[in-house]
């Protein structure tokens, strides 16, 4: 089965499999060489036939009664994911965010690099954050064209997430992976993809709430 085009594929599918490929890395670690959809979706109470579709769309095809063959199946996921091949990126922001996504080491497993990192503050420029220079935001756009980057990630505030995503815009950058609570403005033809956590805090919290409320009494 060919995999389907990546821009067909719902938002709630791209989110799921990630949680699929924790899975089967796990499975294939303890030496398990087949699995099912069924087994898959009890890890996280989904339905069999919406685990199904879900690798449907990378092209996986799995033996009736048998399922799949996890090391394909990890293959098929991350060749659909993009993840085979390693993406570099530039990261602005060197601030306690950027250097926890500097420091978080399974980004190779996940195809990204994160080759370079840039800020606007002088007392951080020239220091060094895991066995990384610091460097200065001006020095961003012709080191873009220079590498060929595509991706760029960022990790400032919300009040500078907008001339920062401009920045790097204009400089080439075709895919922009931003941890700012803030809403940004982008031209069309760059993606754009927002790490939502205060949202998944939100969920979080409020789940906590109802928890420790209890169940209603009548």
Not at 83 to 112: E, I, R, T
Request: glycine share 8%; net charge positive; hydrophobic share 45%.
């Amino acid at each position: 089965m060919e995999p389907k085009i990546l821009s067909a594929v719902s938002r709630s599918t791209l989110k799921r499999l990630p949680l699929y490929l924790h899975v089967l890395e796990d499975l294939h670690r303890r030496g398990v060489v087949y699995v099912s959809c069924t087994t898959i979706a009890r890890k996280f109470d989904f339905g069999p036939i919406l685990v199904r579709k879900d690798l449907e769309v990378t092209g996986a095809a799995g033996k009736a009664k048998i399922g799949f063959r996890v090391a394909g199946l990890i293959d098929d996921i991350k060749k659909f994911l993009g993840w085979h091949n390693v993406q570099d990126a530039f990261l602005v922001g060197a601030g306690n965010l950027g250097k926890a996504l500097l420091g978080y080491q399974d980004f190779d497993s996940y195809g990204l690099n994160i080759v370079a990192v840039f800020d606007n503050d002088p007392r951080k420029i020239g220091t060094r954050i895991f066995n990384k220079e610091v460097l200065a935001l001006d020095k961003l756009a012709p080191l873009v064209k220079r590498m060929h980057i595509n991706i760029g990630i960022v990790a400032v505030s919300s009040e500078g997430a907008q001339a920062v995503v401009d920045a790097l815009v204009a400089a080439g950058i075709r895919a922009v992976w931003n941890f700012a609570p803030a809403p940004l403005e982008i031209p069309e033809g760059v993606i754009l993809e927002n790490a939502r956590l205060t949202q998944s805090l939100a969920v979080l919290t409020n789940k906590l709430k109802s928890l420790l409320a209890g169940p209603e009494k009548e």
